[in-house]
T-cell receptor, first 113, second 115 residues
Framework: AQSVTQLDSQVPVFEEAPVELRCNYS??????LFWYVQYPNQGLQLLLK??????LVKGINGFEAEFNKSQTSFHLRKPSVHISDTAEYFC???????????FGGGTRLMVKP | EAGVAQSPRYKIIEKRQSVAFWCNPI?????LYWYQQILGQGPKLLIQ????????DSQLPKDRFSAERLKGVDSTLKIQPAKLEDSAVYLC?????????????FGPGTRLTVL
């Protein structure tokens, strides 16, 4: 069975500062990795995904993530955050066979002016 | 392109009552998912449909939850009878098919409060 751990439940950061949201996973088979963002009272929106190839993945809104197989991590980064980035961020994993996502518990990013 | 539609957006019921949620996926999407998101947690998959067949329902509490997608398009999720611990946001998602490379698109969710 696969599982996802998001190490920080909340991350406060000042506007224009860099941020890293951490994600670790466990699985006995090859996986695909995803980051989703959820704004208040909205559904989840895909930020980026790693399927294969380059371990550095770029997504929407200036976010990027790096897949590290040896550390089983997929941390999300942004060099300079905006107030509008305030939201809940979810890391998720799915096995190569089938499209069933397992989500982490989420990290609330709070950007302060 | 229209997104995934869900209704109602909010529902408040008493425990032991019944409730149903409706989902209309993106046109042409063969795979439909229902997730339960309890406050402060990540979404948990309840059931996955491929067209009108069930692919996985291993995490669906079948004694009280049921779901159907009779014509392979719209889907309904029912809870009968509801318990306090069923209070959550119920998210519907759809994708082109069951391949893991295909993005899942999520609806806005239905927030259920059981009193």
């Amino acid at each position: 069975a696969q599982s996802v751990t998001q190490l920080d439940s909340q991350v406060p950061v000042f506007e224009e500062a860099p941020v890293e949201l951490r994600c670790n996973y466990s699985s006995s088979v090859s996986v695909y990795l995803f980051w989703y963002v959820q704004y208040p009272n909205q559904g989840l929106q895909l930020l980026l995904k790693y399927l294969s190839g380059s371990t550095l993945v770029k997504g929407i809104n200036g976010f990027e993530a790096e897949f590290n197989k040896s550390q089983t991590s997929f941390h999300l980064r942004k060099p300079s955050v905006h107030i509008s980035d305030t939201a809940e961020y979810f890391c998720a994993v799915s096995e190569e066979a089938g499209n069933m996502l397992t989500f982490g518990g989420g990290t609330r990013l709070m950007v302060k002016p | 392109e229209a997104g995934v539609a869900q209704s109602p957006r909010y529902k408040i019921i008493e425990k032991r009552q019944s409730v149903a949620f409706w989902c209309n996926p993106i046109s042409g999407h063969a795979t439909l998912y229902w997730y339960q998101q309890i406050l402060g947690q990540g979404p948990k998959l309840l059931i996955q449909f491929q067209n009108n067949g069930v692919v996985d329902d291993s995490q669906l509490p079948k004694d009280r939850f049921s779901a159907e997608r009779l014509k392979g398009v719209d889907s309904t999720l029912k809870i009968q009878p509801a318990k306090l611990e069923d209070s959550a946001v119920y998210l519907c998602a759809s994708s082109l098919d069951w391949l893991s490379t295909n993005e899942q698109f999520f609806g806005p969710g239905t927030r259920l409060t059981v009193l």
